[in-house]
Structures are given as C-alpha cells and as structure tokens.
C-alpha cells in the first residue's frame, strides 16, 4: 500500500510540475508579447528594430539593466524597461533566447 501511495505522489507532483512549466512558459510569451509592436511577434522583427529572437539570454538581461538605468542611450526604452522587474526580465531573456 505505501508503494502504491508512493508512486501516485510521484505522477502527481510530475503533472504539477509540467503544470507549473507550462504557466510558466505562458507568463513568458504573455509578457514578451508587449514588445511585440517594435521587436515582432515573439521577437521575430520584420525591420526597423532589432529580432529579440534567439537574443542570448545574459545579454537580454543586461540590456534591458543598461536601459533601466540610463545608462544605454534610447528613445522608449527607459520608460519601457522600468516596468519590469528582475523575474520578468528573467523569464522574457528566457523566452526570448528559446526562439528562433
């Protein structure tokens, strides 16, 4: 009877976990999604600004840091990035990164 317990507490918690990838994966896009205007649909820019498509992960993070700060010269962009916090930036890097 314990093993039986022990194995349905398993399957469970692997379909949470799969639950929680998957709201995960859609706060990304969700949040991705503003950025669509300029940057594309899932960062996939027809021209005009950069594809944040495949935009490595690191790098993502420490733009949007250098625009949060001033320190990056933009037109939007430091209004923009602020909004942001650092979990955000994480998961749209993440997002990003994982399109091509």
Same mark, same amino acid.
């Given at each position: 009877?314990?093993?039986? @317990? $022990? ?6 918690? #692997? !379909?949470?976990? @799969?639950?929680?990838?998957? @709201?995960? $994966?859609?706060?990304?896009?969700? #949040? ?10 899932? !960062? ?11 935009? &490595? /992960?690191? /790098?993502? =993070? ?13 037109? =939007?962009?430091?209004?923009?990035? /602020?909004?942001?916090? &650092? ?10 990164? @994982?399109? /091509?």
């Amino acid at each position: 009877m314990q093993r039986v @317990s $022990l194995v349905f507490c398993l399957v469970a918690a #692997l !379909g949470f976990t @799969s639950a929680a990838q998957a @709201s995960s $994966l859609a706060k990304a896009q969700y #949040l991705a999604a503003t950025c669509a205007n300029c940057h594309g649909t899932n !960062g996939k820019s027809n021209g005009g600004q950069a594809s944040l498509a495949g935009y &490595d /992960k690191a /790098k993502f =993070i420490a733009t949007m840091k250098e625009f949060q700060s001033g320190q990056r010269p933009a037109t =939007i962009m430091h209004q923009l990035s /602020k909004g942001y916090t &650092d979990a955000q930036l994480e998961a749209m890097a993440t997002f990003f990164a @994982s399109q /091509k």
